[in-house]
């Protein structure tokens, strides 16, 4: 089956300037999540939706962060406007059971 | 609050040797525990669960809640097994993933 697939796998932009990330999950999956990897760290959830609602985004800086999941299909994450401490690799995963995460290859976000 | 702890950023073994990884949990009740890897150019995947009880190349982890720990074993390191080793748990009642800082194991030959 094809995998959890991330555009774009690169972005570079300066502080004060929005980005937006897209993901698409395995077919079939109902839940999806965001992560947030800094340098040297694990990831960390951002958003974890159930089909198209939030479950849990307690850790979702939401003054600049939103994230959508129209359709429970494909979901998009944007930062409006980026800070410097926001340069990551953001990660995106989907499950059909709990624990199974499957995760897509990454976008690592520069910001200068 | 909800931790994993990886004590070892770094750990480095000879080939052959055997290797352990330790993995630490803070939480109650019956969190679920696991191991991710991420070899070199590729995805984070999941290396095993601590509820199916498997080996998955040649590795294992045993759940010691005594001691809140998931340590990953495996008897003879191989090269292949060079990678980054994250710890993760699913906190009871949860389905998110907390994670580990993480290990980069590297096999000497």
Redesign the interface.
Known sequence: EAGVAQSPRYKIIEKRQSVAFWCNPISGHATLYWYQQILGQGPKLLIQFQNNGVVDDSQLPKDRFSAERLKGVDSTLKIQPAKLEDSAVYLCASSWTIGEQFFGPGTRLTVL | AQR?TQPE?LLSVFKGAPVELKCNYSYSGSP?L?WYVQYSRQ????LL?HISRESIKGFTADLNKGETSFHLKKPFAQEEDSAMY?C?S?PSG?????????TRLTINP
């Open positions: 994993v950023k679920e696991f995805r984070l995947q999941l669960r994250y993760a699913t949860a389905q998110k993933l907390v994670f580990g800082q993480g």
